[in-house]
């Protein structure tokens, strides 16, 4: 008798450790899954455990959990939501994901939601850096009527680290650095932000990764080692709290060139028309003015 009890005690573990979203085993390689809240404005990640060893073995084994309806029924698994997933191809780091028409039916949120679930999950794997998708083998049109390409992780901000809220796609103004670091350069960038992160913030921590390299002549403005503290803004004036790594000059850009990166940056949203850039939650005496306007004077254009 105790042997059947101990023999069925083992069947039980391993059928628990099998299924998708399991419990997690000792050195187990985890991934996230993201899936999406039955209301469908935010998308929460649940851990894995990878069992697959190749790259295709790993990426059947995500595709089949992000199909799969979860336990936790308030989330739905993304590619099980009216659509159909007609065929997966993977060519070196891209991996193009084919549905149904049906998924043109999905609200705009919605579909940017499952995206981001998508690409957050697939694109752990580590061979894998692109994800695109496929309407019927037609190209695939965001709300706004533009081509969906290759997307990356990167496109999707997570907030805090557990949670993804409703995605926007924004477009803001950068200003980063010429060659010489003596003047700034306007350009443009498009990208899904969380709506649960403050514009503000956002511009700042996009400034701080610097250009994306599709550009050229623009250099980063600002030291990448700078960390945020805290940005908010109250009666149009945004307060910037940065670390002191901030003040470290890299790239020979001056730290006046890296305070009207930020400030000219940010002046450009509606809800900011001057800006206090904090170091550890104080002014540094070098600063000078407390509160920055925009500057245009050290602006130039991009030479061609």
């Given at each position: 008798?105790?042997?059947?009890?101990?023999?069925?005690?083992?069947?039980?573990?391993?059928v628990?450790l099998?299924a998708?979203?399991?419990?997690?085993?000792?050195?187990?390689?985890?991934?996230?899954?993201?899936y999406?809240?039955?209301?469908?404005?935010?998308?929460?990640?649940?851990?894995?455990?990878?069992e697959?060893?190749?790259v295709?073995?790993?990426?059947?084994?995500?595709?089949?959990?992000?199909?799969?309806?979860?336990?936790?029924?308030?989330?739905?698994?993304?590619?099980?939501?009216?659509?159909?997933?007609?065929?997966?191809?993977?060519?070196?780091?891209?991996?193009?994901?084919?549905?149904?028409?049906?998924?043109?039916?999905?609200?705009?949120?919605?579909?940017?939601?499952?995206?981001?679930?998508?690409?957050?999950?697939?694109?752990?794997?580590?061979?894998?850096?692109?994800?695109g998708?496929?309407?019927?083998?037609?190209?695939?049109?965001?709300?706004?009527?533009?081509?969906?390409?290759?997307?990356?992780?990167?496109?999707?901000?997570?907030?805090?680290?557990?949670?993804?809220?409703?995605?926007?796609?924004?477009?803001?103004?950068?200003?980063?650095?010429?060659?010489?670091?003596?003047?700034?350069?306007?350009?443009?960038?498009?990208?899904?932000?969380?709506?649960?992160?403050?514009?503000?913030?956002?511009?700042?921590?996009?400034?701080?990764?610097?250009?994306?390299?599709?550009?050229?002549?623009?250099?980063?403005?600002?030291?990448?080692?700078?960390?945020?503290?805290?940005?908010?803004?109250?009666?149009?004036?945004?307060?910037?709290?940065?670390?002191?790594?901030?003040?470290?000059?890299?790239?020979?850009?001056?730290?006046?060139?890296?305070?009207?990166?930020?400030?000219?940056?940010?002046?450009?949203?509606?809800?900011?028309?001057?800006?206090?850039?904090?170091?550890?939650?104080?002014?540094?005496?070098?600063?000078?003015?407390?509160?920055?306007?925009?500057?245009?004077?050290?602006?130039?254009?991009?030479?061609?």
């Open positions: 008798m105790r042997k059947i009890k101990s023999i069925l005690l083992f069947l039980i573990c391993i628990g099998a998708c979203g399991g419990r997690k085993e000792a050195n187990a390689d985890i991934y996230q899954v993201y999406v809240s039955n209301t469908e404005t935010k998308v929460e990640m649940h851990e894995h455990a990878m697959g060893a190749t295709q073995e790993k990426l059947d084994e995500l595709i089949e959990c992000l199909s799969t309806t979860p336990e936790k029924l308030e989330y739905k698994a993304p590619l099980a939501m009216g659509f159909s997933l007609l065929d997966v191809s993977l060519e070196e780091e891209r991996v193009q994901l084919n549905v149904n028409a049906a998924y043109k039916d999905m609200p705009p949120t919605t579909e940017v939601l499952v995206r981001a679930a998508i690409v957050r999950t697939l694109t752990q794997i580590p061979e894998i850096s692109y994800v998708i496929t309407v019927e083998g037609e190209q695939l049109y965001d709300n706004l009527e533009n081509p969906v390409g290759w997307m990356s992780a990167d496109e999707f901000i997570d907030n805090n680290g557990s949670e993804i809220n409703t995605y926007e796609l924004v477009r803001v103004s950068l200003y980063f650095a010429n060659e010489t670091g003596d003047s700034l350069i306007a350009t443009y960038r498009e990208k899904y932000y969380s709506t649960n992160t403050p514009l503000e913030r956002f511009v700042v921590e996009e400034l701080i990764a610097g250009p994306s390299g599709q550009i050229a002549g623009v250099y980063p403005s600002v030291n990448p080692d700078t960390t945020i503290i805290n940005v908010m803004t109250r009666d149009g004036i945004c307060y910037v709290n940065l670390s002191e790594s901030f003040l470290t000059v890299v790239n020979n850009v001056p730290t006046e060139i890296s305070i009207y990166s930020i400030v000219n940056s940010l002046v450009e949203l509606s809800t900011v028309n001057r800006v206090q850039i904090l170091i550890n939650g104080e002014v540094p005496p070098s600063f000078g003015s407390a509160v920055f306007e925009r500057n245009l004077d050290m602006v130039t254009t991009l030479e061609r």
